[in-house]
């Protein structure tokens, strides 16, 4: 009786744990991970609170040059308003929608919300050897 019932309760454990390891939705979340941290690090490089230098590995070398590009051109328009800088916040994910377009291509969008605005953030992100990589980043 013991067997049966050890047989049982593992039948019904199992079907969650393939769903959990092989399911259609388990490369989705790693790359949501990934999309949710580059689309934040990378909100953080252009409000100064983080250098662009930690994102050379996630970031092709044209979206690192456009980055740096970019973070630099915003550095010189807020010190020419305002002045001093003020202490910033962190952005915050609200929410990250993932395509996968083939199962080394995928493209996201994510909203990202800072203290005066929500900003709209979309890449796209293709495996190399394992690691996934944005190779188009747009930041409205």
């Known amino acids: 009786m013991t067997i049966a019932a050890a047989?049982?309760?593992?039948g019904r454990l199992s079907p969650k744990r393939t769903i959990a390891a092989n399911g259609t939705n388990a490369p989705d979340i790693d790359v949501r991970l990934v999309a949710r941290t580059i689309a934040q690090a990378a909100l953080e490089?252009?409000?100064g609170t983080r250098p662009v230098s930690q994102l050379s590995r996630s970031l092709d070398p044209e979206c690192y040059v456009s980055l740096q590009h970019r973070a630099a051109l915003t550095r010189k328009h807020a010190a020419r308003i305002r002045g001093n800088s003020r202490p910033h916040r962190s952005?915050?994910?609200r929410s990250v929608r993932v395509c996968s377009i083939?199962?080394?291509?995928c493209e996201a969008s994510i909203v990202v919300a800072e203290e005066q605005r929500c900003r709209a953030v979309a890449m796209r992100l293709?495996?190399?050897?394992?690691?996934?990589r944005v190779t188009a980043l747009e930041i409205g």
Do not use: K
Request: avoid cysteine; charged fraction near 20%; proline fraction near 5%.
């Open 7 to 10: 047989s049982r309760a593992a």
């Open 45 to 47: 490089v252009l409000a």
């Open 91 to 93: 952005p915050m994910v």
């Open 102 to 105: 083939s199962a080394t291509i």
């Open 126 to 132: 293709e495996r190399f050897d394992g690691v996934w």
